[in-house]
């Protein structure tokens, strides 16, 4: 397929304005299922579980199986919507979405249409440079996910191309809240970035109500990016499209600039833009055809009669009010003085999305300069390298261990950097990797000084250029010992000892 023809960034933002919208779908971790009794992957009991292991008569559309609403996900959809700012509704339906689903057995999902659990919201995203964007949200439904399709042949892994596919039905059912922005307008040249901010938000603000891990790399946490342009000076929005099940924060900034100089292209030319789904492709940075995309109407809605409405108590919504954690907005602002970080340095660890890996780390031990500087760090050029999220790469109870040894003179940084490499290949724990692999600091004086007497031996003016004033003669020596002693030498303790050997002759 040809490369589509790209507008440059300011030129296009010269001509158009870009509106995006975004849909964001949350995976709950209650322990069963949204309509059915099986077991719910998406909570942390049952991740490893085996293909079509978790499932049951409902979650497999089978004859006479009739779904049962989950009550803790009832529960968790409004603490979600009322962190969102949302009015609840005092009573909501489900409604069944009719599409040809291979992952769902029934073909149609069960979700919420005209009557959504949370309705008018708006939540405040902060970007780079520390200017806020109030984002309204239309509506947070409850519904079910489909299950997962793996196919096989070919070269992309997408179905095109492929020999045959395998379905799994284990996230068939799994608990969502999709929810809906309206059109979001005047993010202009931020929009990439507003979005972005966005996403993560809603992972800050699930992970804080403990309703869901968000990790999207689990598929815990998507995003479907709408984004639409339209002439500057006209009133009537343009064509959107819809790039699906975007995974990463850095790849919905990607995707939707990719989109707009993609758009600006097509519609300078005096082209259309086609309403469709996209998908994206992280290792192209791209976005390709999917289907045409289907309006409210195509999908047939009618309420579920399978299922009574939904109508919480007052009581509940309060109760659930009541123990709303803090907004992410005051939790930033807490955190920053409570750590004591300068703007740049705390900007770091927010515009990389670490904020609760940094605080899950300090929490576990670690100093807050030291949790920084191995998320913002190492774990950071890492995860660019692999094009993940550092998240996905280390635990911060594994990092908070790395920085103990690392406090301890147990390992000095550059043998920290080997150990979280082994960390990573899921060697096991860092003082395990320590172990296996032999990395220790040396600190013992016998081993360095028979190390440094061999270094000696070898440059035998450098105690003379020392008593002679010229201290800095002695790193040749310490460079020496550290590469006999593959850098697990204690640097500062052989500078010591070699300082010794000079006075004492």
């Avoid at 949200?137 to 191309?161: N, P, S, Y």
């Avoid at 292209?265 to 789904?277: N, V, Y």
Wanted: aromatic fraction near 6%; proline fraction near 5%.
């Amino acid at each position: 397929m040809a490369r589509a023809e790209l507008m440059d960034f300011d030129k296009a933002l010269e001509l158009f304005e870009p509106v995006i919208g975004l849909e964001v779908h949350v995976e709950l971790n209650t322990v069963t299922k949204m309509f059915s009794p099986a077991p719910n992957p998406a909570n942390a009991a049952y991740h490893d579980a085996e293909p079509n292991t978790l499932v049951s008569p409902v979650c497999l559309g089978l004859p006479g199986s009739l779904p049962v609403v989950n009550g803790d996900a009832v529960r968790k959809s409004i603490s979600l919507g009322l962190a969102l700012g949302c009015d609840i509704a005092e009573s909501s339906r489900f409604a069944r979405k009719n599409y040809f689903y291979p992952d769902l057995a029934k073909d149609y999902q069960i979700s919420q249409y005209d009557e959504p659990i949370a309705h008018d919201g708006e939540v405040e995203v902060e970007i780079s440079d520390g200017r806020v964007f109030r984002v309204p949200i239309e509506r947070a439904h409850m519904e079910e996910d489909a299950g997962k399709l793996t196919h096989v042949g070919g070269a992309t892994g997408r179905i095109q191309g492929a020999e045959y596919s395998l379905v799994d039905y284990n996230r068939a059912g799994v608990p969502l809240v999709e929810i809906v922005t309206r059109p979001i307008f005047g993010a202009e040249a931020d929009a990439p970035e507003v979005a972005k901010a966005y996403v993560s938000t809603i992972r800050d603000i699930a992970i804080s109500l403990g309703i869901s891990e968000a990790r999207m790399e689990r598929g815990n946490l998507r995003c479907d990016a709408n984004v639409s342009l339209r002439p500057r000076g006209q009133e009537a929005l343009g064509i959107r499209t819809e790039t699906k099940n975007v995974n990463s924060f850095r790849s919905i900034e990607r995707a939707v600039r990719y989109e707009i100089q993609r758009q600006a292209a097509i519609l300078a030319k005096g082209g259309s833009i086609t309403q469709e789904t996209r998908h994206w492709h992280e290792d192209t940075g791209t976005t390709s055809p999917g289907r045409p995309k289907s309006d409210a109407d195509d999908y047939r809605y009618f309420p579920e009669p399978d299922l009574l409405p939904v109508v919480p108590s007052a009581e509940l919504v309060e109760e659930l009010r009541a123990a709303l954690p803090e907004a992410p907005a005051a939790r930033r602002r807490r955190l920053k003085a409570e750590w004591g970080f300068t703007d740049l340095e705390f900007q770091d660890v927010a515009n990389g999305g670490l904020l609760n890996e940094v605080a899950e780390t300090i929490a576990a031990g670690a100093t807050p300069a030291a949790a920084r500087k191995w998320w913002t760090g190492e774990l950071t050029r890492l995860a660019n390298a692999a094009d993940t999220d550092a998240a996905s790469l280390a635990t911060p109870a594994q990092v908070a261990e790395l920085a103990a040894l690392v406090e301890a003179g147990t390992l000095t940084d550059r043998l920290a950097r080997q150990v979280l490499e082994g960390v990573i290949a899921g060697e096991g724990s860092p003082q395990e990797v320590v172990d296996a692999r032999g990395l220790a600091v040396v600190s013992d004086d016998g081993a360095l000084i028979a190390a440094i007497d061999e270094a000696l031996a070898a440059q035998p003016d450098v105690l003379a250029k020392i008593r002679d004033g010229k201290v800095q003669a002695a790193g040749a020596v310490i460079g020496a010992v550290m590469k006999a002693m593959r850098g697990q030498a204690d640097a500062a303790r052989v500078r010591e000892l070699i300082l010794e050997r000079a006075a004492a002759e």
